[in-house]
């Protein structure tokens, strides 16, 4: 499963990561950071460290999981 991570910088300087599963592929970058300047203008979101203050970074991040037989 692919997933769009958007990670911001709070107030207290953590970074906090919000993810959403099966984005919009090929993702727009403009879009994206859009998106992310909402989120901090509009104060959708908020954490143990306060608000959200500034964009850090976004990635898409894929996990693979393969199932193992063991014969039980």
């Known amino acids: 499963m692919r997933k769009l991570e958007l990670k911001f910088t709070n107030e207290d300087g953590k970074i906090v990561t919000y993810?959403?599963?099966?984005?919009?592929?090929?993702?727009?970058?403009?879009?994206?950071?859009?998106?992310?300047?909402?989120?901090?203008?509009?104060?959708?979101?908020?954490?143990?460290?306060?608000?959200?203050i500034e964009k850090h970074s976004a990635r898409i991040v894929e996990n693979t999981v393969e199932e193992i037989d063991m014969e039980i």
């Open 19 to 52: 993810s959403l599963e099966n984005p919009i592929e090929p993702v727009n970058p403009s879009a994206v950071s859009a998106a992310m300047d909402t989120i901090i203008n509009e104060n959708a979101f908020t954490s143990t460290g306060g608000d959200l």
